[in-house]
């Protein structure tokens, strides 16, 4: 157990629809980063939060956002989604924004229909 | 730019057998590289990290890993397999820099052990 916990652990929906995915870092990490998995794209580098402020952009489109609230947990926000979207979707976190090992949790398999 | 190579999408080996999965690495900053494992249907564990200092790092599960900046390659490898080593590996490159931390990642290899 890495101590980063991810809710919900999967998520089915239909085209068009909006879905939050929520991430709790582990205790005392600022750093909170979102990966995506597909069988085409591999692990992608979504974006990065430390301590409330985005540190960090990577392949993330637009119609995703996220953001990290004070209690340092993060919420990832996916709208009208496509069918493409379908992924396993993985937060980690970090102690600090510079480099540290990240702790994966176990993620959210996105299923959109 | 930082990029990862893993050459070969697929090892087999046999149990007991020398286990090398390979990963090359491209990094326009010292590179932080790492090795991560992913079981089916669970997230990345941690196997092995190298930040700075001793090029041969030890990780867990009985595994290792060397870096070699002159020939920017960081492969993974066990003396013996085991079958619970059965798994998704992927190699990853790091490095503080205007994109931040983010890890990239290889596409990963498949080990298969048989017995």
């Known amino acids: 157990d890495s101590g980063v916990t991810q809710t919900p652990k999967h998520l089915i929906t239909a085209t068009g629809q909006r879905v939050t995915l929520r991430c709790s870092p582990r205790s005392g990490d600022l750093s909170v980063y979102w990966y995506q998995q597909s069988l085409d794209q591999g692990l992608q580098f979504l974006i990065q939060?430390?301590?409330?402020?985005?540190?960090a952009k990577g392949n993330i489109l637009e119609r995703f956002s996220a953001q990290q609230f004070p209690d340092l947990h993060s919420e990832l926000n996916l709208s009208s989604l496509e069918l493409g979207d379908s992924a396993l979707y993985f937060c980690a976190s970090s102690v600090s924004r510079t480099y540290n090992e990240q702790f994966f949790g176990p993620g959210t398999r996105l299923t959109v229909l | 730019a930082q990029s990862v190579t893993q050459l070969g999408s697929h090892v087999s080996v046999s149990e007991g057998a020398l286990v090398l999965l390979r990963c090359n690495y491209s990094s326009s900053v010292p590179p932080y590289l790492f090795w991560y494992v992913q079981y089916p249907n669970q997230g990345l564990q941690l196997l092995l990290k190298?930040?700075?200092?001793?090029?041969l790092v030890k990780g867990i599960n009985g595994f290792e890993a060397e870096f070699k900046k002159s020939e920017t390659s960081f492969h993974l490898t066990k003396p013996s397999a085991h079958m619970s080593d059965a798994a998704e590996y992927f190699c990853?490159?790091?490095?503080?820099?205007?994109?931040?931390?983010?890890?990239?990642f290889g596409k990963g290899t498949t080990l298969s052990v048989s017995s």
């Open positions: 939060y430390y301590n409330g402020e985005e540190r």
């Open positions: 190298y930040t700075t200092g001793a090029t």
């Open positions: 990853a490159v790091s490095g503080y820099n205007q994109a931040g931390t983010a890890l990239i």
